[in-house]
């Protein structure tokens, strides 16, 4: 576990997602209130924990869980984190706050999602009570001493995504909004997932928050970022080689996902970040394929 300041009042705890450093953080935004935005999974809430340990925040300060979306890398956690933190409520967006207090339906469409290889590393959801969830669409919270977070809904990546804008330094809790910026392991690419991905919702998205000029993101996977055009420039350019590859697979008959999968993302097969890099490609490979798919019945049924 390893923390880092990342502005005055924000700091970002590596719970060592997926078993890795660099892959995932939770982000701690301390105003008089405590607020931390994602969780990482089941498996990672003790390294979370320690981190709040670490920073000296007693478990009774912490009194909002922010999660972007459903994912299980970014709500996963959640559960276990409510149960160590009595006085945290959970917002997420309503759309699907059911899955948190009830995770079972979740887990069987995660594990479908990121494959068998990469499954052990997501760790299984502690259901929560339905009264510490919240609506996170249209948030706005005052945590005190000048910070303020708000929702902005950034769908595409997932249809309930959602990012928090921090009102005291203009960043952006982004979540996967627009891409993974994970320099230790070469890992630059826009996660396109079954069964929910939604391209046209996605590339809104990504010109939306060009427009808004953020000063700063803090991604999820993984750390704050200040080149944000650049940023979301690459992402959308990735996003168009993505599409270019499946819609040349598409023509030329059956697409094999793991092929294509490694010639999007190549990565040498030589250690655990190889088996994110293949898992995270895979799902974003079928997710395009399906898109695709949907889109031209769609069409077809007129
Ligand atoms: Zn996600």
């Known amino acids: ?17 997926l078993g890795l450093p660099g892959v995932g953080v939770t982000y701690v935004a301390r105003g008089e209130e ?9 498996l990672t809430a003790p390294q979370t924990l320690a981190g709040l340990e670490a920073l000296n925040i007693p478990r009774d300060a912490v009194r909002h869980i ?9 709500c996963g956690g959640a559960g276990h984190l409510a ?16 899955h948190l207090a009830n995770p079972t339906k979740l887990m069987a469409s995660v594990r479908r999602a990121v ?11 502690l259901p929560i009570p339905a009264e510490r969830i919240r609506p996170a669409e249209t948030l706005q919270l005052d945590l005190g001493r000048d910070v303020v977070l708000t929702a902005i809904a950034t769908p595409g990546h997932s249809p309930d995504h959602l990012s928090y804008r921090d009102h005291k330094s203009g960043g952006l809790f982004i979540g996967d909004a627009a891409g993974l910026v994970m320099e230790r392991w070469g890992l630059i690419f826009p996660v396109t997932p079954v069964p929910t991905y939604n391209l046209v919702a996605h590339q809104q998205t990504i010109a939306m928050l060009r427009e808004l000029n953020l000063p700063r993101i803090f991604v999820t996977h993984y750390g704050p970022h200040d080149d944000v055009d650049h940023q979301l420039g690459f992402a959308a350019e990735r996003l168009d080689e ?3 590859l499946v819609h ?31 898992s995270w490609s895979r799902m974003s490979v079928a997710g395009m394929i399906r898109y695709e798919l949907k889109r031209r019945q769609a069409a077809e049924n007129g």
């Open 83 to 98: 149960a160590a933190l009595p006085s945290a409520t959970v917002y997420i967006n309503s759309s699907v706050a059911e």
């Open 34 to 42: 405590v607020a931390l935005i994602e969780t990482g999974t089941a």
């Open 242 to 244: 993505l599409v270019d």
């Open 115 to 125: 494959g068998e290889e990469a499954w052990p590393l997501h760790g299984e959801l």
């Open 1 to 17: 576990m390893e923390i880092f300041q990342v502005d005055d009042h924000i700091w970002a705890i590596d719970h060592e997602l």
């Open 66 to 74: 922010l999660c972007t979306h459903i994912h299980m890398d970014h």
């Open 248 to 278: 040349r697979a598409l023509a030329d008959g059956d697409p094999d996902v793991d092929a294509l999968a490694a010639r999007w993302v190549p990565y040498p097969d030589d250690g655990p970040a190889g088996v994110v890099a293949r």
